[in-house]
């Protein structure tokens, strides 16, 4: 777990699995620093954080505002990368617009953070990315996002060996529980995500808390590199 006055700097912090792991690296006496598109949004999302926390605006298909971002902070102890832009693109009806801004923001907007990131890493600290399952377990609509979430597992691959010593860790997440993903599902979603849930040993969704306790482990773990970390209940055997 981030230890009191290591600074987390969460991508993607103001909404979501995001927000959960920067609420629990405050509670635990970290400094965080939260970031999204909108700086009032993100401002606003770290007053409801527990001790020193920051809200700064970061778009990742802005190279300009994440070098900003980074030229801003000093020492950065863990690099948590959960921002997703998701679309509903299925081949039949290909969107390679949304498709190009989807891709962008989740591959190369994940390496543009390490790089801009990388002069104030602590040597041992480490990167957090978060991936998702629909790479191997396709759902309506994901075709963009089950290439991103592909391209990110050979993104933590190749930085696990540029950037020693700061270790580079994915978490991929299945179906969470008490998320919008799920909770805003429309029926088709819906229907095949209950379906999963069924066919998984423990007819049992993860939960924000295992994520956040998932992140936890790659972040404090110094024999973890390079590796994905799978936390879908056993989803994927389904």
């Given at each position: ?10 991508i ?11 609420q629990?690296s ?14 009032d ?8 954080l527990s001790g020193?926390?920051a ?27 959960c ?15 949304a498709?190009a ?17 990388l002069?104030?890493?602590s ?15 396709p759902?309506p609509?994901?075709?963009t ?6 391209g ?17 860790n994915?978490?991929?997440?299945g ?15 819906t229907?095949?995500y209950?379906?999963l ?6 007819q049992?969704?993860?939960?924000p ?7 936890f482990a790659?972040?404090d773990?110094p024999g973890i590199?390079g590796a994905?970390l799978?936390v879908?209940g ?5």
């Amino acid at each position: 777990m981030p230890r009191a006055n290591e600074h987390v700097v969460v991508i993607g912090g103001t909404s979501g699995l995001g927000h959960h792991v920067a609420q629990a690296s405050a509670a635990l006496g970290a400094r965080v620093t939260i970031t999204g598109r909108d700086l009032d949004r993100a401002r606003h999302a770290a007053q409801g954080l527990s001790g020193d926390a920051a809200g700064c605006s970061c778009d990742l298909t802005d190279w300009d505002s994440i070098d900003r971002l980074f030229q801003s902070l000093d020492r950065v102890d863990h690099l948590i990368l959960c921002a997703l832009q998701r679309d509903h693109n299925t081949i039949a009806d290909f969107d390679p617009g949304a498709s190009a801004r989807t891709s962008l923001m989740k591959n190369v907007g994940y390496a543009a953070a390490v790089h801009f990131a990388l002069p104030r890493l602590s040597s041992e600290g480490s990167v957090v990315m978060f991936s998702g399952l629909s790479m191997w377990m396709p759902m309506p609509g994901s075709t963009t996002i089950s290439m991103a979430n592909a391209g990110v597992i050979g993104l933590v691959n190749s930085l696990a060996t540029q950037i020693a010593p700061v270790r580079v860790n994915a978490v991929t997440p299945g179906v969470v529980a008490g998320t919008s993903a799920v909770d805003d599902a429309d029926a088709i979603r819906t229907d095949r995500y209950a379906a999963l849930k069924l066919r998984t040993p423990g007819q049992r969704l993860p939960t924000p808390a295992d994520i956040v306790a998932a992140t936890f482990a790659l972040t404090d773990n110094p024999g973890i590199n390079g590796a994905n970390l799978v936390v879908d209940g056993g989803m994927h055997l389904a």
